[in-house]
C-alpha cells in the first residue's frame, strides 16, 4: 500500500530505522499493558488465533504470546528489520509466526478470533483504509472483535502544533466516524469507543472496537459519542 506523498519504500526505510533505534531500547511499558488489559476485556481467551498488524519487534507479541498459552499469533509488520529482529525473538516458539507486509496482499486459511492493531492505523496511509478494512472484516471470524488503538485524534493534533518533531513519518489524526462508515460498508458495528489518558489526565489514546453486526450486542449510537468529542475539543480550545 503506497500513499500519494509517501511511498512505500519511504515507509519501510523509516521503520526499518526506527526498529533498530527506538523500538529495541524501549520495551515494554505501560501503553502495551494498557492494550493488553483491554483485550483481556475484550474477551481475549488463551485458546484464541490473534492477527497483529503492526507488530514492529514484537513488544506487544510477547506479553500476547505470554497470554494466548494454547492459542495462535500470526504478526504482521511492514518492516522486514522489524519481522527479522521479531522472528530471532520468537524463533523458539512454534505458536507465533510472522510476515513481512503492508497488508494490501494478506492472506490466511483460516479467520482470527481478535484481530489488534496498536498504535499503527494512523501510521497508514487513511486512503488504503477502506482496502485495509474490507481484509480485516474478511478474515474476522463471525463471533470476532477488531479491536484498534490510536492516539486521541484531539491529542495528536495537539502534538502535531507543540512537539511535530517526535511525529513519524505518517502520523494521522483519525476520525472514529470514517471508521464507522468504511467499517458499515463491510455490515461492521462499532462495539466499544473508550478515550482515556495513560500518562496524564486527559485522552491521550482511543481504544476501539468493531464486530460484525450479527455479532454486536452493545451498540452505541456515534451521535452519542461525537457529542463527547466536541465537548472535549471545545474544552480545549480547537472549535
Same mark, same amino acid.
Given at each position: 500500500?503506497?500513499?500519494?506523498?509517501?511511498?512505500?519504500?519511504?515507509?519501510? $526505510?523509516?521503520?526499518?530505522?526506527?526498529?533498530?533505534?527506538?523500538?529495541?531500547?524501549?520495551?515494554?511499558?505501560?501503553?502495551?499493558?494498557?492494550?493488553?488489559?483491554?483485550?483481556?476485556?475484550?474477551?481475549?481467551?488463551?485458546?484464541?488465533?490473534?492477527? $497483529?498488524?503492526?507488530?514492529?519487534?514484537?513488544?506487544?507479541?510477547?506479553?500476547?504470546?505470554?497470554?494466548?498459552?494454547?492459542?495462535?499469533?500470526?504478526?504482521?509488520?511492514?518492516?522486514?528489520?522489524?519481522?527479522?529482529?521479531?522472528?530471532?525473538?520468537?524463533?523458539?516458539?512454534?505458536?507465533?509466526?510472522?510476515?513481512?507486509?503492508?497488508?494490501?496482499?494478506?492472506?490466511?486459511?483460516?479467520?482470527?478470533?481478535?484481530?489488534?492493531?496498536?498504535?499503527?492505523? $494512523?501510521?497508514?496511509?487513511?486512503?488504503?483504509?477502506?482496502?485495509?478494512?474490507?481484509? +480485516?472484516?474478511?478474515?474476522?471470524?463471525?463471533?470476532?472483535?477488531?479491536?484498534?488503538?490510536?492516539?486521541?485524534?484531539?491529542?495528536?493534533?495537539?502534538?502535531?502544533?507543540?512537539?511535530?518533531?517526535? +511525529?513519524?513519518?505518517?502520523?494521522?489524526?483519525?476520525?472514529?466516524?470514517?471508521?464507522?462508515?468504511?467499517?458499515?460498508?463491510?455490515?461492521?458495528?462499532?462495539?466499544?469507543? $473508550?478515550?482515556?489518558? +495513560?500518562?496524564?489526565?486527559?485522552?491521550?489514546?482511543?481504544?476501539?472496537?468493531?464486530?460484525?453486526?450479527?455479532?454486536?450486542?452493545?451498540?452505541?449510537?456515534?451521535?452519542?459519542?461525537?457529542?463527547?468529542?466536541?465537548?472535549?475539543?471545545?474544552?480545549?480550545?480547537?472549535?
Amino acid at each position: 500500500m503506497a500513499g500519494h506523498t509517501t511511498t512505500t519504500a519511504q515507509i519501510k $526505510e523509516f521503520y526499518d530505522g526506527h526498529a533498530k533505534e527506538i523500538q529495541q531500547h524501549v520495551g515494554v511499558n505501560i501503553r502495551h499493558r494498557s492494550i493488553m488489559q483491554r483485550l483481556r476485556r475484550a474477551g481475549l481467551r488463551k485458546d484464541h488465533r490473534v492477527l $497483529e498488524v503492526g507488530c514492529g519487534i514484537g513488544t506487544l507479541t510477547s506479553l500476547l504470546a505470554k497470554y494466548v498459552s494454547f492459542g495462535t499469533i500470526h504478526a504482521v509488520d511492514i518492516s522486514e528489520g522489524a519481522v527479522r529482529i521479531a522472528q530471532e525473538r520468537f524463533k523458539a516458539n512454534g505458536r507465533v509466526s510472522l510476515e513481512v507486509s503492508d497488508m494490501s496482499d494478506f492472506t490466511a486459511d483460516k479467520p482470527f478470533d481478535r484481530i489488534v492493531l496498536p498504535d499503527v492505523l $494512523e501510521h497508514i496511509p487513511e486512503e488504503q483504509h477502506a482496502q485495509l478494512f474490507e481484509i +480485516l472484516a474478511k478474515y474476522l471470524a463471525p463471533d470476532g472483535t477488531i479491536c484498534i488503538h490510536i492516539p486521541d485524534p484531539v491529542f495528536l493534533d495537539q502534538v502535531r502544533r507543540e512537539r511535530p518533531e517526535i +511525529l513519524q513519518i505518517i502520523d494521522q489524526s483519525l476520525s472514529i466516524q470514517a471508521m464507522v462508515e468504511r467499517f458499515a460498508v463491510h455490515n461492521m458495528v462499532l462495539h466499544r469507543y $473508550e478515550r482515556y489518558g +495513560l500518562w496524564i489526565k486527559e485522552p491521550e489514546y482511543d481504544w476501539v472496537e468493531f464486530r460484525h453486526s450479527a455479532g454486536s450486542t452493545t451498540r452505541t449510537p456515534w451521535s452519542k459519542l461525537k457529542t463527547k468529542v466536541d465537548e472535549w475539543r471545545y474544552k480545549i480550545g480547537t472549535v
